[in-house]
C-alpha cells in the first residue's frame, strides 16, 4: 500500500502524488522549443522549498529521454555549494555529462574549456541539461557558469542552421532553485528572457483531493470532506506541507495512534493540526523558522504581524524575495488587500506566531495578585472577557518595564513592534487558561494583519479580534467586520481588543461601548488596552 511522504521527491511506485501532467509538458514543450528544429530555451524553474520543482523535473527528464530525439541529462549540485572556486565547479560539471554520454574530451581548466563541451565537435547530438540546486552554488561560480550559457544561447540564436547542425548543440536548458537567482539578486542580470521562466505553483483543491480519494481507495478507510478543506486551507496546497498532514493523519506518530476502522473525522484533524502546530518538528517549517530568526527575515515578518495597513508585495524588494523564496510569504492576489504581502499559508502563520511569541516572551509569570478571585473572571458562569481585560491591563501596568525591557523594536523609530503586545497577550491568556481549564489559539482569517485569538471553555467559544487604535474612521470599520466575523464563527458576540498608548476617561467611556450591529444581530464589545509610551 502506498503512503504520504514529504521526504525529498516523491517515488510514484510507493507513494501517493499527483500527476501534473500539465505543468510536465509544459516544462518539456520550453525545453524542446516549438518548433523545436529552431532550438529550445534556457529556462529557469522556481517556487519555494518543498513545492515538488526536483519531482517535476525528474518526470520532465525521463518524458524527454522517452519522447525525444535528443539526450537530456539531469545533474544535482548541491554537493557544490561550500565550492569557492569556478574551475573546480565547471570541472565536476564538465565530468558529469562526459561521464553520462559517454564523451571524451581534455580537462576543463577555464570557462573557455567549458564552454567548448557543448560544440558540435564533443557532443553527438543536441542536449537538454538541466542543473538542479543551481542556486546552492557561490554567487561568483553562477556568474561564471551563467556567463556561458548566455554566450551558447546567443550563439544559438544567431545560427540559422537546424538545431543539429549548429555550432554548439546545447539545445535546452533549466536551472532548478528557490531564489531567482539569473535576475534581482544576481548583479549580472539575467542570462536568459526571464519571460520563459516556469513557476511551480502549490496543488489546487482538486489535486489534493485527488490524493486523500485515492488514499481512501486503497486503504478502505474514507476522510470526511471536511477533513480534506481543512488540510487544504491550513496549508494552501504546499505540497511538502499536504503530504505531511496526510503522513500524520494516516499513519500516525508518537503519541497518536489513529484509528483505521473508522473515516478520519474532522475531530481527528485538530487533534493532528494542533500538535503540528505546537509540537512536532518539519524540516520545511524548521527551514522557514531558521530564515526568520535573523535579520533580514526577522524585522520584516514582525512588521508583516501588524494590523494597521499592508505591506506592498514588490518582488524586487530584497526582503520580500527572500522570504517568498524561502517559503514565508506570498502575494495576496484579490480583494482590497490585493498585491500586499500575506502568509504562505495559515499554518506557517501559526508555527511563526508561536515561535516569536515563545521567544520574545518565554515567561510571563505574576498573571495577577494572588489574593485576586479570578473565579470571578473565569468561573462557572462563564469567561467575563471585559474583567479578563482588565487582569491583563493590570498586569501590563505592573510587569511592562521588565517584560518589555527586551522587546524587539523597529530600526526607523525604534518603537517596539506593535505585534509584541499580540504575542503577550496571547502567551499571558494561555497561562492563564492553563490553570483555570480552557484552550487558547490564535486564528489568522486573512493571511496578514488580521489576528484573532479564541478561547475555547466548558463548550463555549470567545473570539477577540485584536487591532492598534489607528483613527474612528478604522475604529468604525473595524466594528462592522468584528460582526461579521462573528456570523462565522456561529457567535453573536465578540469582543474587539484595540491595543492604544493611551486613552483618557471621556473616549474611554464612549468608545467602549457595546454596539449590537444591525445587519447581523451580533453585539461588538470594543476593550482598549493601554501599552503605555513604546518609545
Not at 536551472?175 to 528572457?193: C, D, H, K, Y
Not at 464563527?489 to 465578540?494: A, K, N, P, Q, V
Request: proline share 5%; net charge negative.
Amino acid at each position: 500500500m502506498r503512503s504520504f511522504s514529504s521526504y525529498g521527491p516523491i517515488d510514484k511506485d510507493i507513494h501517493y502524488y499527483v500527476p501534473r501532467t500539465e505543468l510536465i509538458r509544459l516544462v518539456c514543450e520550453r525545453l524542446l522549443g516549438d518548433p523545436p528544429e529552431r532550438g529550445g530555451h534556457y529556462v529557469t524553474v522556481w517556487a519555494p522549498r518543498q513545492c515538488g520543482k526536483s519531482w517535476i523535473m525528474n518526470e520532465a527528464l525521463h518524458k524527454l529521454n522517452r519522447e525525444s530525439p535528443y539526450n537530456a541529462l539531469k545533474l544535482e549540485l548541491e554537493s557544490l555549494k561550500r565550492v569557492q572556486d569556478p574551475t573546480e565547479c565547471i570541472a565536476y560539471i564538465a565530468g558529469k555529462i562526459a561521464g553520462s554520454l559517454g564523451l571524451e574530451f581534455g580537462p576543463v581548466k577555464g570557462m573557455a574549456d567549458f564552454e567548448s563541451i557543448f560544440g558540435r565537435d564533443v557532443l553527438k547530438k543536441p542536449l537538454v541539461l538541466i542543473l538542479d540546486e543551481f542556486d546552492a552554488l557561490r554567487e561568483n561560480v553562477i556568474s561564471g557558469i551563467v556567463g556561458v550559457l548566455r554566450n551558447v544561447y546567443n550563439a544559438r540564436r544567431k545560427d540559422t542552421a537546424p538545431t543539429a547542425e549548429k555550432e554548439f548543440l546545447l539545445h535546452g536548458v533549466a536551472l532548478i532553485g528557490v531564489r531567482s537567482v539569473l535576475g534581482t539578486e544576481n548583479a549580472q542580470g539575467p542570462p536568459f528572457n526571464v519571460q520563459r521562466s516556469i513557476h511551480v505553483p502549490n496543488l489546487t483543491f482538486d489535486e489534493v483531493r485527488s490524493m486523500f480519494d485515492w488514499y481512501a481507495k486503497e486503504s478502505g478507510q474514507a476522510v470526511e470532506a471536511e477533513v480534506v478543506e481543512s488540510v487544504f486551507r491550513e496549508t494552501n496546497g504546499q505540497p511538502g506541507l499536504v503530504s505531511w498532514l496526510g503522513e500524520l493523519l494516516t499513519e500516525g506518530y508518537d503519541g497518536h495512534r489513529p484509528d483505521n476502522s473508522r473515516a478520519i473525522s474532522p475531530g481527528d484533524f485538530e487533534l493532528v493540526y494542533e500538535d503540528a502546530v505546537n509540537v512536532l518538528p518539519n524540516t520545511n517549517i524548521l527551514n522557514i523558522v531558521s530564515k526568520v530568526r535573523e535579520e533580514p527575515g526577522r524585522a520584516t515578518v514582525l512588521e508583516l504581524f501588524k494590523t494597521r495597513e499592508f505591506m506592498p508585495f514588490r518582488f524586487d524588494d530584497p526582503r520580500i524575495n527572500y522570504l517568498y523564496m524561502n517559503g514565508v510569504i506570498d502575494r495576496e492576489r484579490s480583494g482590497h488587500a490585493k498585491n500586499a504581502v500575506r502568509f504562505s499559508c495559515p499554518f506557517v502563520q501559526k508555527r511563526l506566531f508561536n515561535y516569536f511569541s515563545h521567544e520574545i516572551f518565554r515567561t510571563v509569570d505574576r498573571l495577577y495578585d494572588p489574593m485576586t478571585d479570578v473565579e470571578a473572571v473565569a468561573g462557572d458562569d462563564g469567561v467575563d472577557i471585559p474583567g479578563l481585560m482588565k487582569l491583563y491591563q493590570d498586569y501590563l501596568n505592573r510587569n511592562r518595564d521588565w517584560l518589555l525591557r527586551d522587546a524587539p523594536r523597529r530600526k526607523t523609530d525604534l518603537r517596539i513592534f506593535e505585534a509584541v503586545f499580540h504575542f503577550n497577550l496571547y502567551m499571558y491568556l494561555k497561562s492563564f487558561f492553563q490553570d483555570m481549564g480552557g484552550a487558547v489559539f490564535p486564528e489568522f482569517p486573512t493571511g496578514n494583519g488580521k489576528i484573532d485569538i479564541l478561547i475555547r471553555r466548558d463548550g463555549t467559544l470567545y473570539a477577540l479580534e485584536l487591532k492598534s487604535f489607528k483613527n474612528r474612521y478604522a475604529y468604525r470599520q473595524a466594528l462592522e467586520r468584528a460582526a461579521q466575523y462573528a456570523v462565522q464563527l456561529g457567535i453573536d458576540r465578540i469582543f474587539l481588543i484595540f491595543f492604544i498608548e493611551s486613552i483618557d476617561e471621556k473616549n474611554r467611556r464612549e468608545l467602549e461601548t457595546a454596539i449590537r450591529d444591525d445587519a447581523t444581530g451580533v453585539v461588538v464589545e470594543p476593550i482598549f488596552v493601554e501599552t503605555g509610551n513604546a518609545e
